[in-house]
Every structure is written in C-alpha cells, then in structure tokens.
C-alpha cells in the first residue's frame, strides 16, 4: 500500500538588502525534483518595511531563475535576458505570490535591490516568509521504519 504525504517547510526571515550594482541582492536556494515531489509549490509573501529615507523607492525585485545561471546574473554586464531564463520575476513593496516550477531544477530566489532611484536608494529591511509545500509517495513499510 502507498500513501501520500503532505510535506511543509516554513521560513521566515528579515533581511536587510543593500543598495548598489554589485552586492544589492540576498539568494535563497532551493531544488525541486517533480519525480519525488508531487505538486510542489513556493508560497512567498514579500513586504518591504517603510523607509525612513525621503525619496528612496520601497520597491524590491523577487527573481526566481535556475541555479546555473547565477553567475551570470550577478556579472550582469553584457548578459541579456534571453540569456538567463527567468521563472519568475516581479516587484514592488508587498509581494504574495506562488511558484509552481513546470521542470525539476536547482533554484535561486533573489530579493534585488541593485537599481536605485534618484541616487537615493538605500538598504531595505524586508520581511520574507516562504512556504514550500508538496506531496509525497511513501510505502507503508517505510512509515514503520521510522522512529
């Protein structure tokens, strides 16, 4: 007999981003392997805190692309978007969104905070919280094996 298993991850997590072209960014990664894991999805809820800096923007980007391209996204020089697949990409002060991947893959989650405005932008304090969810198929057998 086989049943499946609901499996939740919680993550909750504040982090300050700096500004800046080069190091404005804080990744999160994760896998999917849609073999093993059943209808998987990354709930994710995004809110930037106000800031107490006039003219700064409250906005932050969320990408999600494969993990092997993150290196050329960080170069960001001369890397069009054709070249970098992007699964998901958004922005703006509050985010609450799902990510269902449609392949199994190595994942980065990038909150970005490289673009300024007015030459004001500033390190954003954003609150994160990220659920990833999916079914699994286990063996009755292995149920009692485990402690």
């Known amino acids: 007999m086989v049943k499946v298993l609901p499996h939740v991850m919680r993550n909750i997590n504040e982090f300050n981003i700096p500004a800046g072209d080069e190091y404005g960014y804080e990744i999160l990664y994760f896998g999917v392997n849609l073999i093993l894991m059943f209808e998987y999805k990354l709930s994710f809820n995004i809110e930037v805190k106000k800031s107490v800096y006039s003219g700064s923007s409250n906005s932050i980007e ?23 697949e992007l699964h998901y990409s958004n922005n703006g002060e509050s985010i609450n969104d799902i990510f269902r991947p449609s392949i199994s893959d ?11 405005v007015n030459d004001n932008s500033m390190t954003k304090a954003v609150d994160v919280t990220l659920i990833h969810s999916w079914q699994q198929e286990i063996k009755e057998s292995q149920l009692k094996n485990v402690p």
């Open 106 to 116: 190595a994942y980065a989650f990038i909150l970005n905070n490289r673009t300024s």
């Open 62 to 84: 969320v990408l999600i692309i494969s993990r092997k391209d993150v290196l050329a996204w960080k170069k960001g020089n001369g890397v069009s978007k054709k070249d970098i």
